[in-house]
């Protein structure tokens, strides 16, 4: 999805350099054409023939040593990314930017650029505390430079604290994320609910459902991907939880029916992706209920709607539901998207094979309240969630 674009990757001169391989292997995983400046300290941790191997580019470390084609290097590197990529980022190139200073490769092709520049800082916990360097930061951040700000953690030279290179995996995400090739959705705002919520019996019982919030992720990070501000209420899941977007973590219905009132006045999209408990204990026990001879019988009562009570409310919103069904799928959702009064309602069948719940893809229906209908086949919930907001934003 990102047409091929330039990456430059900065390489500066601290032990977390090697780090930077693992995030240029996954930069070509993702089909970018990455390009490598290291600067002359950082040639005594990893070898420039390392990062040439993994880049299939040639590295440069040396600002006046001789061109491989008849153009001004920094010049031409500057012109040619979409963004500039600084990892690991040390005090001595952020100072360097932060006053100006353009004395070799690196800094004068930053000094160069018109493309987004992203530092991913890693030193020791005190020079990164250090007030000078978190000045040149907050300088560097007003004028538009994007910082991954470090771990905190076990350094290098033995102390603990603030000043470890981000995960890999992480930089690597932001860097897809801020290149994503559709930006339709900034200035809005998306609500996105996801996972299963807890009905509790007792202190160690409850009742829930199989969902894994996977579909609901994807949805909110699409969205950020594409320029939204993201808001993300959070049934209980194992999920890492994604960058750049405000979680609100929740576990029951009515802990999530007041966050999702709360956020949807704000709300210019909401997507009620999250298995919300339909039914709770109509009495909770203070203390364990024991293990008796007889059968234990479990009175039931209705919870909140929250999706109903949403349609009710709405106003200038973009309302989207699910519909996770097991028979009828095509009639049931057409009911919930009347009753519901929902703009779009996505329904997929919970007792398929290879898709649904836990999976990493999906297979849905999606049918709009102006009739229309799009079945998607089996693909990543990613993708899925990019065809609906393709869908939703046309």
């Not at 929740?250 to 919300?276: G, R, W």
């Amino acid at each position: 999805m990102n047409s091929k674009k330039t990456v430059l990757v900065g390489v500066c001169g601290g032990i977390a350099a090697y780090k930077a391989l693992d995030v240029i292997s996954r930069l070509k995983k993702e089909n970018y054409d990455v390009h490598v400046i290291m600067t002359k300290s950082s040639t005594q941790f990893v070898t420039p023939l390392s990062f040439q191997s993994l880049s299939q580019n040639m590295v440069i470390n040396d600002m006046f040593a001789e061109p491989k084609a008849w153009e001004i290097q920094h010049i031409s590197l500057a012109k040619k990314a979409d963004l500039v990529l600084i990892v690991p980022a040390t005090a001595n190139i952020i100072g360097k930017v932060a006053c100006g200073i353009a004395d070799d490769m690196l800094s004068t092709t930053i000094m160069a650029t018109t493309a987004p520049v992203v530092f991913a800082p890693a030193m020791n916990t005190n020079m990164y505390k250090n007030p000078i360097v978190q000045d040149n930061i907050h300088k560097l951040s007003n004028l538009g430079y994007k910082f991954i700000a470090p771990q905190s953690g076990r350094l290098a030279c033995g102390d603990e604290g603030e000043g470890k290179l981000a995960d890999t995996e992480l930089i690597a995400n932001y860097v897809s994320s801020l290149l994503y090739d559709k930006k339709d959705l900034s200035n809005k705002k998306v609500l996105v609910t996801a996972g299963p919520t807890l009905a509790p019996i007792d202190p160690v019982r409850f009742i829930t459902n199989k969902s894994t919030g996977k579909m609901g992720y994807s949805i909110a990070e699409e969205a950020r991907d594409r320029g939204a501000e993201v808001t993300l209420v959070s049934g209980p899941t194992s999920l890492k939880l994604p960058f750049g977007i405000k979680i609100i973590n929740v576990a029951t219905n009515q802990e999530m029916h007041d966050q999702v009132l709360e956020q949807f006045k704000d709300s210019d999209i909401v997507i009620m992706s999250a298995a919300v408990a339909d039914y709770k204990p109509s009495q909770y026990s203070n203390i364990k209920i024991k293990k008796k001879e007889n059968n234990l019988s479990l009175a039931l009562e209705k919870d909140n709607d929250i999706l109903k009570k949403l349609g009710e409310l709405k106003e200038h919103q973009m309302l989207v539901g699910f519909a996770a069904e097991s028979n009828d799928l095509a009639q049931n959702a057409q009911l919930k998207l009347i009753n519901k009064n929902l703009d779009y309602i996505v329904a997929n069948d919970i007792l398929s094979n290879d898709t649904g719940f836990a999976s990493d893809e999906n297979k849905v229906l999606i049918m709009s309240r102006l009739g229309e209908k799009i079945q998607l086949d089996k693909m990543p919930k990613r993708i899925v969630a990019r065809e609906l907001f393709n869908l939703i934003n046309k």
